[in-house]
Protein backbone atom coordinates (compact mmCIF):
# COMPACT_ATOMS: atom_id res chain seq x y z
CA UNK A 1 0.00 0.00 0.00
CA UNK A 2 1.01 3.51 -1.01
CA UNK A 3 1.86 6.55 0.73
CA UNK A 4 -1.37 8.09 -1.68
CA UNK A 5 -4.34 6.11 0.48
CA UNK A 6 -3.26 8.12 3.46
CA UNK A 7 -3.24 11.28 1.81
CA UNK A 8 -5.88 13.88 3.00
CA UNK A 9 -7.70 16.73 1.40
CA UNK A 10 -6.27 20.09 2.74
CA UNK A 11 -10.10 21.17 4.76
CA UNK A 12 -11.81 23.85 3.12
CA UNK A 13 -11.25 26.04 6.35
CA UNK A 14 -7.35 25.47 6.72
CA UNK A 15 -7.43 26.42 2.61
CA UNK A 16 -9.41 29.62 3.16
CA UNK A 17 -6.52 30.70 6.22
CA UNK A 18 -3.95 29.94 3.92
CA UNK A 19 -2.53 32.64 2.50
CA UNK A 20 -3.31 33.82 -1.44
CA UNK A 21 0.03 32.89 -2.87
CA UNK A 22 -0.85 31.38 -5.98
CA UNK A 23 1.28 34.06 -7.70
CA UNK A 24 4.78 33.80 -6.31
CA UNK A 25 7.13 31.39 -7.32
CA UNK A 26 9.12 31.34 -4.48
CA UNK A 27 8.50 31.99 -0.32
CA UNK A 28 10.53 31.76 2.37
CA UNK A 29 10.52 32.55 6.11
CA UNK A 30 12.58 32.84 9.48
CA UNK A 31 11.12 31.26 12.05
CA UNK A 32 13.27 31.50 15.17
CA UNK A 33 12.32 30.00 18.97
CA UNK A 34 11.58 32.41 21.58
CA UNK A 35 13.62 30.69 24.45
CA UNK A 36 16.55 33.07 24.16
CA UNK A 37 17.84 36.01 22.23
CA UNK A 38 19.15 35.75 18.83
CA UNK A 39 22.75 34.76 18.30
CA UNK A 40 25.56 34.90 15.55
CA UNK A 41 24.06 31.26 13.89
CA UNK A 42 20.62 32.83 14.08
CA UNK A 43 21.90 35.60 12.23
CA UNK A 44 23.52 32.94 9.44
CA UNK A 45 20.30 31.59 9.13
CA UNK A 46 18.34 35.23 9.00
CA UNK A 47 20.89 36.17 6.27
CA UNK A 48 20.50 33.17 3.93
CA UNK A 49 17.12 32.69 3.93
CA UNK A 50 16.50 36.48 3.56
CA UNK A 51 18.89 36.33 0.88
CA UNK A 52 17.92 33.19 -1.11
CA UNK A 53 13.84 34.89 -0.98
CA UNK A 54 15.34 38.05 -2.22
CA UNK A 55 17.64 36.77 -4.77
CA UNK A 56 14.80 34.85 -6.37
CA UNK A 57 12.09 37.39 -6.46
CA UNK A 58 10.28 36.22 -2.86
CA UNK A 59 8.87 36.79 -0.41
CA UNK A 60 10.28 36.33 2.92
CA UNK A 61 7.90 36.30 6.49
CA UNK A 62 9.29 36.19 10.10
CA UNK A 63 6.98 33.26 12.49
CA UNK A 64 7.77 32.87 16.03
CA UNK A 65 7.75 29.75 16.91
CA UNK A 66 6.29 30.10 20.27
CA UNK A 67 4.35 26.32 21.00
CA UNK A 68 6.46 25.46 23.61
CA UNK A 69 5.06 28.14 25.81
CA UNK A 70 7.35 27.11 29.54
CA UNK A 71 10.53 27.14 27.37
CA UNK A 72 9.40 30.92 26.32
CA UNK A 73 12.53 33.11 27.56
CA UNK A 74 11.28 36.83 29.62
CA UNK A 75 11.47 39.13 26.63
CA UNK A 76 12.88 37.43 24.34
CA UNK A 77 9.97 38.01 21.52
CA UNK A 78 10.81 41.55 22.06
CA UNK A 79 14.33 40.69 21.72
CA UNK A 80 14.39 38.81 18.57
CA UNK A 81 11.96 41.30 16.42
CA UNK A 82 14.01 44.60 17.95
CA UNK A 83 17.20 42.90 16.47
CA UNK A 84 15.70 41.83 13.32
CA UNK A 85 15.05 45.48 12.90
CA UNK A 86 18.48 46.23 13.31
CA UNK A 87 20.06 44.05 11.34
CA UNK A 88 17.75 45.60 8.49
CA UNK A 89 15.26 42.69 8.02
CA UNK A 90 11.61 43.61 7.39
CA UNK A 91 9.09 40.72 6.77
CA UNK A 92 6.63 40.72 3.89
CA UNK A 93 3.75 39.79 5.54
CA UNK A 94 2.32 40.10 9.23
CA UNK A 95 4.38 37.92 12.02
CA UNK A 96 2.58 35.37 13.84
CA UNK A 97 2.96 33.91 16.73
CA UNK A 98 2.24 29.81 17.24
CA UNK A 99 0.96 30.25 20.76
CA UNK A 100 -2.07 32.08 19.30
CA UNK A 101 -2.75 29.40 17.31
CA UNK A 102 -3.38 26.66 19.07
CA UNK A 103 -6.87 25.93 18.44
CA UNK A 104 -5.62 25.73 14.65
CA UNK A 105 -3.30 22.54 15.68
CA UNK A 106 -6.08 20.80 18.02
CA UNK A 107 -8.24 20.70 14.87
CA UNK A 108 -5.51 19.27 12.57
CA UNK A 109 -5.28 16.83 15.16
CA UNK A 110 -9.18 16.36 14.58
CA UNK A 111 -8.89 15.70 10.86
CA UNK A 112 -6.04 13.63 11.58
CA UNK A 113 -8.07 11.29 14.31
CA UNK A 114 -11.02 11.05 12.38
CA UNK A 115 -8.71 9.21 9.74
CA UNK A 116 -7.30 6.73 12.19
CA UNK A 117 -4.00 8.41 11.79
CA UNK A 118 -2.88 9.28 15.21
CA UNK A 119 -3.56 7.81 18.60
CA UNK A 120 -2.79 8.58 22.39
CA UNK A 121 -0.25 7.37 24.07
CA UNK A 122 0.42 6.48 27.86
CA UNK A 123 3.98 5.83 27.50
CA UNK A 124 6.07 7.98 30.17
CA UNK A 125 10.07 8.36 28.79
CA UNK A 126 10.77 5.90 32.24
CA UNK A 127 9.02 3.77 30.62
CA UNK A 128 10.66 4.20 27.58
CA UNK A 129 14.31 4.10 28.63
CA UNK A 130 17.31 4.83 26.45
CA UNK A 131 15.45 3.34 23.71
CA UNK A 132 15.32 6.33 20.77
CA UNK A 133 12.92 3.99 18.66
CA UNK A 134 9.07 4.16 19.40
CA UNK A 135 7.85 0.47 19.14
CA UNK A 136 4.27 0.87 18.61
CA UNK A 137 3.83 -0.22 22.20
CA UNK A 138 -0.15 1.79 22.45
CA UNK A 139 -0.91 2.00 18.67
CA UNK A 140 -3.93 -0.76 18.89
CA UNK A 141 -4.56 0.29 22.71
CA UNK A 142 -7.30 2.79 21.41
CA UNK A 143 -6.63 5.18 24.60
CA UNK A 144 -8.83 7.89 25.70
CA UNK A 145 -7.06 11.09 24.23
CA UNK A 146 -7.49 13.16 27.91
CA UNK A 147 -4.21 13.73 29.26
CA UNK A 148 -1.91 11.48 26.89
CA UNK A 149 0.84 12.18 24.38
CA UNK A 150 -0.56 11.57 20.79
CA UNK A 151 1.62 9.98 18.12
CA UNK A 152 1.41 9.93 14.35
CA UNK A 153 1.52 6.69 12.83
CA UNK A 154 4.10 6.19 10.61
CA UNK A 155 4.76 3.48 7.50
CA UNK A 156 7.72 1.19 7.08
CA UNK A 157 8.78 3.33 3.81
CA UNK A 158 11.58 5.15 2.87
CA UNK A 159 11.28 9.12 2.76
CA UNK A 160 13.60 10.63 0.52
CA UNK A 161 14.55 14.32 -0.63
CA UNK A 162 16.98 16.32 -2.10
CA UNK A 163 18.07 18.89 -0.17
CA UNK A 164 19.79 22.22 -2.10
CA UNK A 165 23.39 22.06 -0.39
CA UNK A 166 23.10 18.56 1.69
CA UNK A 167 22.07 16.57 -1.62
CA UNK A 168 19.84 13.51 -1.08
CA UNK A 169 18.74 12.55 1.69
CA UNK A 170 16.72 9.63 2.84
CA UNK A 171 15.03 8.42 6.26
CA UNK A 172 12.57 5.23 7.06
CA UNK A 173 10.80 6.49 10.05
CA UNK A 174 9.45 3.05 11.11
CA UNK A 175 12.98 2.06 11.92
CA UNK A 176 15.00 5.00 12.84
CA UNK A 177 12.29 6.38 14.76
CA UNK A 178 8.73 4.88 15.34
CA UNK A 179 5.50 6.82 15.91
CA UNK A 180 6.49 9.91 16.93
CA UNK A 181 4.57 12.42 18.89
CA UNK A 182 2.73 15.80 17.80
CA UNK A 183 0.88 16.55 21.38
CA UNK A 184 2.60 16.24 25.03
CA UNK A 185 1.10 14.78 27.45
CA UNK A 186 1.01 18.26 29.01
CA UNK A 187 -1.00 19.41 26.11
CA UNK A 188 2.14 21.38 24.57
CA UNK A 189 1.68 20.94 20.76
CA UNK A 190 4.72 19.87 18.89
CA UNK A 191 7.25 21.67 16.95
CA UNK A 192 6.84 18.97 14.09
CA UNK A 193 3.03 19.62 13.97
CA UNK A 194 3.06 23.42 14.01
CA UNK A 195 5.43 24.21 11.57
CA UNK A 196 3.90 21.95 9.16
CA UNK A 197 0.47 23.34 9.17
CA UNK A 198 1.48 27.02 9.31
CA UNK A 199 4.35 26.46 6.37
CA UNK A 200 1.27 24.94 4.49
CA UNK A 201 -1.37 27.89 5.42
CA UNK A 202 1.47 30.41 4.99
CA UNK A 203 2.24 29.54 1.40
CA UNK A 204 5.78 28.35 2.06
CA UNK A 205 7.58 26.63 -0.78
CA UNK A 206 11.13 27.19 0.53
CA UNK A 207 12.88 26.61 3.95
CA UNK A 208 15.81 27.87 4.58
CA UNK A 209 17.24 26.50 8.18
CA UNK A 210 20.40 25.10 9.68
CA UNK A 211 21.73 21.45 9.29
CA UNK A 212 20.93 20.56 12.88
CA UNK A 213 17.04 20.67 11.53
CA UNK A 214 18.28 18.20 8.83
CA UNK A 215 16.68 14.92 11.14
CA UNK A 216 13.14 16.70 11.31
CA UNK A 217 12.62 16.72 7.69
CA UNK A 218 11.56 13.00 6.84
CA UNK A 219 8.75 13.20 9.75
CA UNK A 220 7.49 16.92 8.42
CA UNK A 221 7.33 15.55 5.30
CA UNK A 222 5.54 12.41 6.53
CA UNK A 223 3.17 14.83 8.34
CA UNK A 224 2.52 17.26 5.11
CA UNK A 225 1.86 14.27 2.59
CA UNK A 226 -0.70 12.84 5.22
CA UNK A 227 -2.11 16.37 5.63
CA UNK A 228 -2.46 16.03 1.77
CA UNK A 229 -0.25 19.34 1.43
CA UNK A 230 2.42 20.22 -1.78
CA UNK A 231 6.03 19.31 -0.87
CA UNK A 232 8.90 21.69 -0.21
CA UNK A 233 12.08 22.66 -1.29
CA UNK A 234 14.40 22.24 1.75
CA UNK A 235 18.05 23.96 2.16
CA UNK A 236 19.96 23.04 5.21
CA UNK A 237 23.13 25.71 6.12
CA UNK A 238 26.26 24.34 7.72
CA UNK A 239 26.55 25.14 11.41
CA UNK A 240 28.97 28.25 13.12
CA UNK A 241 30.43 26.30 15.99
CA UNK A 242 31.54 27.54 20.03
CA UNK A 243 35.81 26.82 20.25
CA UNK A 244 34.69 23.89 21.64
CA UNK A 245 33.46 22.33 19.01
CA UNK A 246 29.51 22.37 20.08
CA UNK A 247 27.04 24.65 17.63
CA UNK A 248 26.57 28.35 18.58
CA UNK A 249 22.95 27.67 20.23
CA UNK A 250 21.00 29.01 22.92
CA UNK A 251 21.12 25.98 25.22
CA UNK A 252 25.24 26.01 24.55
CA UNK A 253 25.00 29.74 25.95
CA UNK A 254 25.68 31.81 22.87
CA UNK A 255 26.10 35.18 23.37
CA UNK A 256 23.14 37.27 22.59
CA UNK A 257 23.66 39.99 18.87
CA UNK A 258 25.25 42.88 19.94
CA UNK A 259 22.71 45.48 18.13
CA UNK A 260 25.42 48.42 18.76
CA UNK A 261 27.48 46.29 15.95
CA UNK A 262 24.93 45.28 13.54
CA UNK A 263 26.88 46.25 10.56
CA UNK A 264 30.15 44.57 11.64
CA UNK A 265 27.96 41.20 12.46
CA UNK A 266 26.23 41.24 9.51
CA UNK A 267 29.21 41.68 7.15
CA UNK A 268 30.75 38.56 9.36
CA UNK A 269 27.82 36.58 8.57
CA UNK A 270 27.74 37.16 4.98
CA UNK A 271 31.52 36.34 4.62
CA UNK A 272 30.67 32.85 6.82
CA UNK A 273 28.43 32.15 4.05
CA UNK A 274 30.92 32.25 1.67
CA UNK A 275 29.49 35.23 0.19
CA UNK A 276 31.55 37.97 -1.61
CA UNK A 277 31.84 40.90 0.63
CA UNK A 278 29.87 43.90 1.17
CA UNK A 279 30.46 47.51 1.97
CA UNK A 280 30.48 48.29 5.72
CA UNK A 281 27.18 50.54 5.54
CA UNK A 282 23.66 50.19 7.09
CA UNK A 283 22.67 46.78 7.43
CA UNK A 284 19.79 47.46 4.67
CA UNK A 285 21.91 48.59 2.10
CA UNK A 286 24.30 45.46 3.43
CA UNK A 287 21.31 43.47 2.74
CA UNK A 288 20.85 44.96 -1.07
CA UNK A 289 24.17 44.45 -1.89
CA UNK A 290 24.06 40.60 -0.37
CA UNK A 291 20.69 40.18 -2.62
CA UNK A 292 22.48 41.17 -5.46
CA UNK A 293 25.88 39.01 -5.03
CA UNK A 294 24.06 35.54 -3.86
CA UNK A 295 25.47 32.42 -5.07
CA UNK A 296 24.52 29.11 -3.33
CA UNK A 297 27.64 27.40 -4.83
CA UNK A 298 29.75 29.19 -2.73
CA UNK A 299 28.12 28.23 0.88
CA UNK A 300 30.27 26.10 2.56
CA UNK A 301 29.60 22.45 1.54
CA UNK A 302 28.94 20.37 4.59
CA UNK A 303 27.14 20.45 8.13
CA UNK A 304 29.74 22.93 9.81
CA UNK A 305 31.53 26.37 9.10
CA UNK A 306 35.11 26.23 9.37
CA UNK A 307 36.30 28.37 12.12
CA UNK A 308 34.92 29.13 15.51
CA UNK A 309 32.25 31.63 16.43
CA UNK A 310 30.83 33.43 19.27
Not at 79 to 89: K, T, V, W, Y
Not at 124 to 148: E, Q, V, W
Not at 238 to 253: E, H, R
Not at 277 to 305: C, E, F, H
Amino acid sequence: MTVDHFLAEPSSAHAQQRNDVSQIRYSGRFAPSPTGPLHFGSLITAVASYCDAKFHQGRWIVRIEDTDIPRIYPDSEQHILSSLDAFGFESDDTIIYQKDRLDLYESVLDQLQSQDLIYACQCTRKMLGSNHIYAGTCRDLNLPFIARAIRVKVRNQSIGFNDILQGQQCSNLCTDLGDFVLKRRDGIINYQLAVVVDDYLQGITHVVRGADLLDNTARQIWLGQLLGYPPLTYMHLPLAMNKDGTKLSKQNLAAALDIKHASQLLLEAILALGQPAVDLDQPQRMLLQAVAQWQRNLIPAGTQIQGTFI
